[in-house]
T-cell receptor
Framework: GAVVSQHPSRVICKSGTSVKIECRSLDFQATTMFWYRQFPKQSLMLMATSNEGSKATYEQGVEKDKFLINHASLTLSTLTVTSAHPEDSSFYIC?????????????FGPGTRFTVT | QQQVKQSPQSLIVQKGGISIINCAYENTAFDYFPWYQQFPGKGPALLIAIRPDVSEKKEGRFTISFNKSAKQFSLHIMDSQPGDSATYFCAASAGGTSYGKLTFGQGTILTVHP
């Protein structure tokens, strides 16, 4: 149980393009999903929190117009990186917290390796 | 105050030995303390977690020790195996308006030699 998938697992795009990453909870309903980015040999940095049916809450320093987050259903959240630049290259990871979780438990997706050339 | 400080940055252990990773926090509102294991190119996987109402939790070879007064918690891996070689992250979260938001430690790269 508690499986989270991400698609695509790897993406390479040119500067200026926009790319969408999907995060799905496969066997549970996720009221809240989180998006993180992780640079090589560094820890996970929270970018934003999304709740189903409402606007995402972004962490300080994260450009909401650049990283568009949509949480349209209890099993799907998407992150769109708009007008990508090489400095956006990173490992993007989502996590999900279930409806029935007592609190705190998050289950992570496998991550998306995002490279901008 | 939101920081979680993790040490050591890297750890080398012989097969069969005990691996110990420590974390310290300042925010007394934290009430959930998970440990995650991450292999290269993969997402973190929840290993074990503890809440402040207990001082120790054990699951198989993994044990969390929690010291509320010192605001510290640690992960012990007994009988460490080469397959345990990975990066380990401690984390913490609080209730209230920050409900569920995890603050991660800096990570520890564990290498277990055969």
């Amino acid at each position: 149980g508690a499986v989270v998938s991400q698609h695509p697992s790897r993406v390479i795009c040119k500067s200026g393009t926009s790319v969408k990453i999907e995060c799905r909870s496969l066997d549970f309903q996720a009221t809240t999903m989180f998006w993180y980015r992780q640079f090589p040999k560094q820890s996970l940095m929270l970018m934003a929190t999304s709740n189903e049916g409402s606007k995402a809450t972004y962490e300080q320093g994260v450009e909401k117009d650049k990283f568009l987050i949509n949480h349209a259903s209890l099993t799907l959240s998407t992150l769109t990186v708009t007008s990508a630049h090489p400095e956006d290259s990173s490992f993007y990871i989502c996590s999900a917290r279930g409806v029935r979780d007592r609190g705190g438990e998050q289950y992570f997706g496998p991550g998306t390796r995002f490279t901008v050339t | 105050q939101q920081q979680v400080k993790q040490s050591p940055q890297s750890l080398i252990v012989q097969k069969g030995g005990i691996s110990i990773i420590n974390c310290a926090y300042e925010n007394t509102a934290f009430d959930y303390f998970p440990w995650y294991q991450q292999f290269p190119g993969k997402g973190p996987a929840l290993l074990i977690a503890i809440r402040p109402d207990v001082s120790e939790k054990k699951e198989g070879r993994f044990t969390i020790s929690f010291n509320k007064s010192a605001k510290q918690f640690s992960l012990h891996i007994m009988d460490s195996q080469p397959g345990d070689s990975a990066t380990y992250f401690c984390a913490a979260s609080a209730g209230g308006t920050s409900y569920g938001k995890l603050t991660f430690g800096q990570g520890t790269i564990l290498t277990v030699h055969p």
